[in-house]
């Protein structure tokens, strides 16, 4: 029997079995086989006083996949599991072991940093054993999102009627929150700046006999205009050579904040596209992974693509373009695992690749391509001017720059923000003064931050050490499903769930959701994964914390009073209110569970009127909806009768039987009869 190799991907496993051909078999597991059950105590699938020892159970649909891959494990000669070089990829390994039953001496564990086929023909012989530092971690991580997630979610649901809450989710949330309240409080303070226009710049006024200045109203900033004069005296020229850095290439964060500022992407678009860049695309004779891989916080790179790529510069720009890659030293990882984001060939130019992809893939490949070239490209090189000229011992600056080599942004100029603003020479002036054309006042009023786009938000959660780069995307998604933000310009705006949710997670749980803990939090995974720390002590440091909060805001939490909708009920006089059921909303009595009356939505109510008794108990016959709003007809005694059809009763009776005459693909016949 063939080697069999376990891959997550469907798409990833054809490209892949091209390149082994032979010997080997590669299949796909689909992603993750199983997950944390829902029974137990709070339906976790954790056993909280056995030291949080898990129950996993296959994934529901996911049965018929195990039974088949368990049949090959047991009649194949050996097992590569070849899931992603990352701990969600080492955790699904594990699980694949575990459930198939595979025999420790009977599998190996590889990676594979880039789908070409020099890397997994040489990944294959490289192989190793599951690391069960990284399994611990990643397992730790998804016992603590399990308590906290289904705990909080379902306090949410009682007392509030939001939908989720989370580990890093309500921290995500709370950060919106906390900005948008910013923005509320925010006094906006007046100031005014004075500028002078010459011809081919302006001057802006900073100092008075070198003394900062401040303008803090009209009257200030007319004052001055009172004392100068058009003429300025040039006070001083300072120029300077600076090198202007290539950057780094791209991490997942970093692709991900790029492709939301500059190809309008989600997070989750650019995953799914990179996803897809990784995992192969059809080219006209080979099938390739184009990119790296995708899910990494590192900003290294192989010295064989530093190395090929350096070449490359040279050959189609010439040496003086040839730079070094702005990366750290590379780590003792025998599969390389954790390269920053970048082409698998430096000769597979977007252009050359864009008749294979569609627009979107090839704007993301082409962002990704040229950040990774302009990573190891020299440095681009400024003359830095500044002028400060003088009128009436005020003090006017202006500062441009002139390009004086591109560098790196021979290729990546247009993912800069900045641009350089050129100067006249002001050296070959025969006179030191110059005539403005005009001198003006500007009112400004100080502005607050601004609201967190998706790009700001998640530099903001990596630089506070929250999440890690595979949820960024997931973390976004919930908060926008969830009705807990919407989305303005672009721009987060909490929702008054949202805000809700947030206060009653900080008047409990302050301790817990917050930014200082929940990095703390990941920085404790971290140690598991890399064995410094014991996975069994984090969880009970959390769970001893964590509970006793739990029980108060269970007992204590004030429970969100239901919308009034200004009916009362015809029952008992009572209010009548909005209420959230496993249907969605619905209006009902508020003297529940005294009075139980439920008001009929008026699709129900309007009900259609045949002319014609129901056979059964001789009441009316109506025009109903399923849930999934297909049509019948039914009786109205419903349910102490239950006579029902699909088809729509004329109103007549069988002269044979006497039973309904009903319309069936607008032919009339007996539902008995015919």
């Not at 014609?612 to 108990?617: D, L, Q, R, S």
């Not at 109205?636 to 239950?642: A, H, L, R, V």
């Amino acid at each position: 029997m063939k080697n069999i190799v376990i891959v997550e991907s469907p798409a990833k496993s054809k490209t892949i079995e091209k390149y082994l051909a032979g010997n080997y078999k590669v299949v796909s597991s689909k992603g993750h086989i199983r997950d944390l059950a829902t029974t137990g105590k709070y339906g976790l699938g954790v056993d909280l006083e056995n030291d949080f020892k898990p129950s996993y159970v296959i994934i529901k649909g996911k049965n018929k996949d195990v039974k088949e891959l368990k049949k090959l494990v047991e009649s194949a000669d050996h097992i590569y599991l070849a899931t992603d070089p990352d701990r969600e990829g080492e955790i699904i390994s594990w699980h694949l072991k575990d459930e198939l039953g595979i025999p420790e001496d009977k599998y190996d564990r590889v990676t594979f940093r880039e789908i070409t086929k020099d890397v997994v023909l040489s990944s294959i012989k490289e192989h190793a054993k599951i690391d069960m530092n990284l399994v611990k971690g990643a397992e730790t991580r998804r016992i603590l999102d399990r308590i906290i997630g289904f705990r909080l979610s379902k306090l949410m649901q009682y007392k509030t009627g939001g939908k989720s809450a989370g580990r890093v989710q309500s921290v995500a949330l709370k950060l919106i929150v906390d900005r948008e309240r910013e923005i509320l409080a925010f006094v906006p303070k007046e100031y005014w700046t004075i500028e002078s226009d010459f011809k081919d710049y302006t001057a802006e006024l900073f100092k008075y006999k070198d003394k900062d200045i401040e303008i803090n109203n009209e009257q200030e900033a007319d004052e001055i205009l009172a004392k100068l004069s058009n003429s300025f005296n040039i006070d001083s020229i300072e120029e300077k050579e600076k090198k202007k850095a290539s950057r780094e290439v791209f991490k997942t964060s970093t692709l991900q904040q790029m492709a939301s500022s500059k190809l309008n992407f989600a997070a989750s678009k650019t995953m799914k596209i990179a996803q897809k860049l990784y995992e192969g695309i059809d080219l006209d004779n080979e099938t390739v992974g184009l990119i790296t891989y995708m899910r990494t916080d590192s900003v290294r790179l192989s010295d064989e693509f530093i190395g090929q790529a350096k070449g490359y510069i040279n050959k189609q720009y010439g040496k003086e373009y040839v730079g070094y890659a702005k990366v750290g030293k590379k780590k003792d990882n025998v599969q390389d695992a954790h390269e920053g984001i970048r082409p698998t060939s430096i000769y597979r130019t977007p252009e050359e690749v864009k008749p294979y992809l569609s627009l979107d893939e090839y704007k993301l490949y082409r962002l990704i391509y040229i950040r990774a070239l302009a990573s190891i490209m020299a440095d681009a090189k400024v003359l830095a001017t500044t002028v400060i000229f003088e009128n009436n011992d005020y003090l006017f600056k202006t500062t441009g720059s002139v390009l004086t080599f591109d560098g790196y942004l021979k290729v990546y100029s247009e993912f800069e923000d900045s641009e350089d603003k050129i100067l006249p020479n002001f050296k070959d002036y025969q006179s030191k003064v110059v005539v403005a054309d005009s001198i003006n006042k500007y009112q400004h009023f100080t502005k607050p931050a601004s609201r967190y786009t998706e790009a700001s938000l998640i530099k903001e959660l990596e630089s506070l050490g929250i999440g890690r780069p595979s949820t960024y995307a997931t973390i976004i998604s919930t908060i926008k499903d969830h009705d807990y933000v919407k989305v303005e310009d672009k721009k987060f705006v909490p929702t008054e769930m949202g805000i809700e949710t947030t206060d009653k997670l900080q008047e409990y749980f302050s301790d817990i959701i917050n930014v200082k803990y929940t990095a703390h939090m990941e920085s404790d995974l971290d140690d598991i994964a890399e064995a410094k720390k014991d996975n069994i002590k984090v969880l009970h440091e959390f769970y001893d914390k964590f509970a006793p909060i739990m029980d108060d805001a269970l007992k204590n939490m004030a429970k969100k009073a239901p919308t009034k909708i200004g009916e009362v009920c015809p029952e008992c006089g009572n209010d009548l209110v909005v209420r959230k059921g496993k249907y969605g909303e619905f209006v009902a009595c508020s003297n529940y569970p005294t009075c139980k009356y439920i008001k009929k939505d008026k699709k129900e109510t309007e009900e259609v009127k045949i002319i014609a008794e129901c056979p059964k108990c001789h009441k009316n016959i109506v025009e109903r909806r399923t849930k999934k709003g297909k049509i019948f007809y039914g009786c109205s005694g419903y349910p102490k009768c239950d006579y029902a059809t699909w088809y729509k009763p004329t109103g007549d009776v069988c002269p044979k039987c006497g039973n309904l005459m009903v319309s069936k693909n607008n032919i009339v016949i007996c539902e008995n009869c015919d």
